[in-house]
C-alpha cells in the first residue's frame, strides 16, 4: 500500500480509505510535499523579516485587464453562506437553511479526529449522492431537500499535517488529504448534478501558497480526465500578508479561482501573530476591534476593489453569533448587530456574505436583497474611489479603544469555551 494507515478503526473507512483513494494520495504527496515544505520555510523566513522590522508592501498589479475564469452557474449568487463542521447534521441542516452555499469545514471548525475526518468525508459522499440521513436521539429523521444550497468543501491550511496517513516515512498534508478525497470521490457524482468540486483555501500567506494549489488543481484535473477550469476555488484573506497580495493570488489561480472572502477574525489574529514583537499592537479590547477601524475598513474596500477590478466574487465576513433561546433580549440586541452589519457590507459592495447559524440566513439575506434585488452579485461597482496604501493595512490603531481587565477575562472565556467545543 502506497500509503500507511496510522489511525484507528472508524466505521464507514472503507468506504473512504479505498485503495485507489490512497494511491491518488500517495502521488499528490510526492509531486507536491517538497515544495509545501519549502513554503512552510518560507513562512519563518518572513517572520524573521517582519521582526527585523521589515515591513510587506503592496505586490504589483499583475499587468493587462485580465478577468478570472468562468464562473459555474451555482456559484454565480452567493448573497448568504451558512459554515460549519462536516458531520451530518450540520450538512443536513446548511443544506437546507435557504442560504446559497455552504461551505463543508475541514478546518478551524472541525475538532480534528480521525473519526471525525473519515467520518466527514462519507457524510460528503453520501450528501452529493443524495443519500444522507440522519437521525437525533428523539427519533427525527433529517433529510436534505429538494433546493439544497451549494456546497464548497474547505481543507485544512498548508501548514497543518495530517498524523493518521504516511507516505514514504512522511505525514501528509491535511490539505491533500482533505482536498483529495473530496476531488475522487465525488468529481463524478457532482458533475452528473451539474455542480462541481468547489473550494475554500484558508490561511494562505502569499501568491506562491496560491501557486501551489494552483498546481495541484491543474495536476489533479489531468489525472482523472476533468476539463482544465473544472475545479473552482475562493480564496480566504485571511492573513494580513495575504492582504498584501490579494491581486497577485487571484493571478496564480487565474482559471480556477471565483473569490476571494473576508476571512475577519483569523485577520486580527493574524496580525497578532505577525507583529507579536511590537508591544504597541492593537492597544483595545476585542470587542472594540470591528469592521469600521481605519485599518480593518482598509482591508476590506481593497478586497471589494481588486476582486471586482478582475470579475471575481467579493464575499464578507462571518457573523459568528449563536441565537439564545433562554434570552430574547440578548438574542435581539445581537440581531441587529448583525443586521447593521450585513447593510455595511452589501453597500460597501460585497456580493455576499457570511453566517454560522440558520437563523441568521435570513437576517443576511433580508440586507443583501435590499443592494442586490433580482441582481445575482454587484461586481460592476469597481469601487475606483478607493486608494489603498500599505501604510493604512499596517496602521494598527483603535480610535477611543483601551485595554481593560473585563476584556481580558472575556478573552479567556471564549478561549476556553470554543477549545472546550471543538
Not at 449522492?129 to 436534505?144: K, S
Request: glycine share 8%; aromatic share 8%; net charge neutral.
Amino acid at each position: 500500500m502506497a500509503v500507511r494507515v496510522e489511525g484507528p478503526k472508524v466505521g464507514g473507512a472503507e468506504e473512504v480509505l479505498t485503495p485507489v483513494a490512497l494511491n491518488f494520495l500517495a502521488d499528490l504527496h510526492r509531486r507536491f510535499e517538497p515544495a509545501r515544505r519549502g513554503l512552510m520555510r518560507r513562512r519563518e523566513e518572513r517572520q524573521e523579516e517582519l521582526s527585523r522590522g521589515v515591513l510587506p508592501t503592496l505586490a504589483p498589479a499583475p499587468e493587462g485587464a485580465w478577468q478570472v475564469g468562468e464562473i459555474p452557474h451555482d456559484l454565480r449568487d452567493r448573497r448568504v453562506e451558512i459554515t460549519g463542521p462536516a458531520d451530518p447534521k450540520m450538512i443536513i441542516n446548511a443544506l437546507n437553511s435557504g442560504a446559497n452555499v455552504y461551505m463543508a469545514d475541514f478546518e478551524d471548525a472541525l475538532s480534528p479526529t480521525w473519526e471525525n475526518l473519515i467520518g466527514g468525508q462519507r457524510a460528503l459522499m453520501q450528501a452529493v449522492r443524495g443519500t444522507l440521513r440522519y437521525q437525533a436521539p428523539d427519533g427525527r429523521e433529517y433529510r436534505i431537500g429538494e433546493r439544497p444550497a451549494t456546497l464548497v468543501v474547505r481543507p485544512r491550511g498548508w501548514h497543518l499535517l495530517e498524523p493518521h496517513l504516511w507516505v514514504e516515512g512522511e505525514p501528509m498534508a491535511g490539505a491533500l488529504v482533505d482536498f483529495g478525497l473530496y476531488l475522487f470521490h465525488n468529481h463524478q457524482a457532482l458533475s452528473a448534478r451539474g455542480s462541481g468540486p468547489y473550494f475554500y483555501l484558508p490561511k494562505l500567506e502569499s501568491a506562491e501558497e496560491a501557486k501551489l494549489w494552483e498546481e495541484v488543481f491543474t495536476y489533479s484535473e489531468e489525472a482523472l480526465g476533468l476539463a482544465r477550469g473544472t475545479i473552482k476555488a475562493t480564496v480566504l484573506i485571511e492573513t494580513i500578508l495575504a492582504a498584501f497580495e490579494m491581486d497577485a493570488i487571484l493571478a496564480a489561480l487565474r482559471p480556477h479561482v471565483v473569490g476571494l472572502n473576508a476571512g475577519r477574525w483569523d485577520y486580527l489574529f493574524s496580525i497578532i501573530k505577525k507583529f507579536r514583537h511590537r508591544p504597541e499592537l492593537l492597544p483595545a479590547d476585542r470587542q472594540q476591534i470591528g469592521m469600521t477601524v481605519p485599518f480593518m475598513r482598509a482591508y476590506t474596500e481593497l478586497l471589494v476593489q481588486t476582486c471586482h477590478r478582475r470579475g471575481a466574487y467579493a464575499i464578507g465576513g462571518m457573523a459568528a453569533f449563536i441565537p439564545n433561546r433562554r434570552d430574547p433580549e440578548v438574542t435581539r440586541i445581537a440581531l441587529e448587530k448583525v443586521r447593521e452589519d450585513k447593510r455595511r457590507e452589501a453597500q460597501d459592495g460585497f456580493d455576499g456574505t457570511w453566517v454560522a447559524h440558520p437563523d441568521l440566513v435570513p437576517v443576511a439575506k433580508a440586507a443583501f436583497d435590499a443592494v442586490l434585488g433580482t441582481r445575482s452579485d454587484q461586481r460592476e461597482r469597481r469601487r475606483e474611489e478607493v486608494a489603498v496604501r500599505a501604510q493604512d493595512l499596517l496602521h494598527f490603531v483603535v480610535p477611543g479603544g483601551r485595554r481593560s481587565r473585563e476584556g481580558l477575562e472575556h478573552n479567556v472565556a471564549v478561549a476556553v469555551q470554543y477549545l472546550a467545543h471543538w
